[in-house]
């Protein structure tokens, strides 16, 4: 479909503009409508509706409170997901998806998202309740280990409820990637392709979860524009970030942003449960805007820190990949190829890199494997 565009309607520069302003328009709304809400007093109008409904049980009131919320959130921002993600997608050429095909996924991630964000807000409140002082604490623990599980349990669990697996046959490329794996120490479960080409011209690969459900994933859209050579050169560079054990490093790095986001909620609660119509209790679930920004809040800050350190890993595992296999062209087309079918702006303005590319962009990649020969 895409190679039939013309090239105008081809712009990686472009298209990253309009994405972007979509997933700016899109925070604006994550930001107004709750501090609106919040500031306005209709957070406490809403407890004292849900408190009568539910029989002034806090912790079912906040569950209600999240899921109505959140419901009515995704509402609004409706028309502009559908927009980004499958109007702008098929005009750029690299949506393979009918509307309904979107509309059966969106409906899956509103899905997943509301029974996580019940789990969560239930925790927090439960733990508000039993003790007020440590409860940041607490969360901090128990979200911290969920994170960890959520980490395991992806490939296994959470993808499959969006896309479609199936091992990948027997040959040439499988013996390449176990042979790879064996040499470098790095356990996998199987190796599978991922059945994104119903979906998206897009490519991608990764080395998923870890330990026991720790498993090769290649999107058939991947094999059909790359060789073998460009393929095991890209699942060498994902298997790099285990063997420099990159991904516990990650999660270190979301525990501390947990403990950030934990903190700063408790703050925030201490200082303002008795304003906007808040009852001064610290489960008062009217409080639940104030939560969401504080989170927002601690995530805006932390991302430019998080993608800096991401970029310096991403560029180790290239490293990696090089030395291991000794592809260092293999390597450069891959990105190339990479960067042409998922129509990627090889060079991003250096704001937009340093604050929202967890990965360097193509062009520092090329050019630092190029200069290391």
């Known amino acids: 479909m895409s190679a039939n565009l013309p090239q105008s309607h081809r712009d990686p520069k472009r298209y990253e503009r309009i994405k972007l302003a979509f997933g700016l328009a899109n925070l604006l709304i994550y930001v107004l409508i709750p ?10 109008s809403m407890r004292d509706w849900i408190s009568d409904w539910t029989g002034g049980y806090v912790i079912l009131g906040a569950v209600v409170y999240i899921v109505i919320g959140s419901a009515i959130l995704e509402l609004i921002t409706l028309p502009l997901g559908y927009v980004s993600g499958h109007v702008i997608e098929q005009r750029y050429g690299l949506n393979r998806r009918s509307v309904s095909g979107w509309a059966i996924d969106w409906l899956k991630g509103l899905g997943l998202q509301t029974v996580l964000l019940a789990v969560f807000v239930g925790c927090i409140y439960a733990l508000l309740a039993v003790d007020p002082d440590l409860w940041w604490i607490w969360a901090w623990l128990v979200f911290s280990l969920i994170s960890i599980f959520m980490a395991a349990i992806a490939p296994v669990v959470l993808m499959p409820i969006f896309f479609k697996f199936e091992p990948l046959p027997d040959g040439e490329l499988k013996d390449r990637l176990f042979r ?29 979860g870890w330990g026991k459900t720790r498993r090769i994933i290649i999107s058939d859209t991947l094999i059909e524009s790359h060789n073998p050579d460009e393929i095991e050169v890209i699942i060498a560079h994902e298997m ?19 403990f950030v986001s934990m903190w700063g909620i408790d703050l925030a609660l201490a200082a303002w449960s008795g304003s906007f119509g808040l009852n001064g209790s610290l489960d008062d679930f009217a409080n639940l805007p104030l939560l969401a920004l504080i989170s927002t809040a601690v995530g805006l800050v932390a991302l430019p820190l998080a ?3 991401s970029r310096h890993r991403e560029t180790a595992a290239d490293d990696f990949a090089i030395e291991v296999t000794g592809m260092r062209s293999e390597f450069i087309s891959a990105m190339e190829k990479l960067a042409k079918r998922n129509l990627s702006n090889a060079e ?11 990965h360097p962009s193509v062009s520092r990649r090329i050019a630092r494997a190029r200069g290391s020969d």
Request: charge should be negative.
């Open 180 to 208: 790879l794996s064996e040499t470098l120490g790095t356990f996998v479960q199987g190796a599978y392709i991922w059945k994104l080409g119903d979906r998206t011209e897009k490519a991608n690969a990764a080395l998923a």
């Open 35 to 44: 501090a609106v809400v919040l500031l306005s007093g209709f957070s406490a």
């Open 240 to 258: 790099g970030h285990h063997v420099n054990g990159d991904i516990w490093r990650g999660i270190v790095i979301q525990i501390a942003i947990i």
């Open 307 to 309: 993608n800096a350190y």
């Open 348 to 358: 991003p303005h250096p704001l937009i890199e340093t604050i929202l590319h967890s």
